[in-house]
């Protein structure tokens, strides 16, 4: 499980992915998501505004994030 930090309360589930280097832009983001590859604690997540916070854990593409 790899541990990303954040520097804020929140984190959206588009700015995650970007930060984490799996989509280069917004529309990559939006287009992962929208394509069922992405669950946040179990579920899969289709809301790209999805607000994601320290503890919650992402699924994506076979790899596993928790947020810190």
Request: proline letters at 1%; a positive charge.
């Amino acid at each position: 499980m790899n541990k990303i930090k954040i520097n804020t309360e929140f984190i959206k589930l588009d700015q995650f992915l970007k930060w984490i280097g799996i989509a280069e832009n917004g529309v990559m983001a939006k287009e992962i998501i929208l394509s069922g590859e992405v669950k946040v604690n179990g579920e899969e997540e289709r809301r790209r505004g999805k607000k994601l916070y320290p503890g919650d854990v992402i699924f994506v593409f076979g790899k596993e994030y928790i947020v810190e």
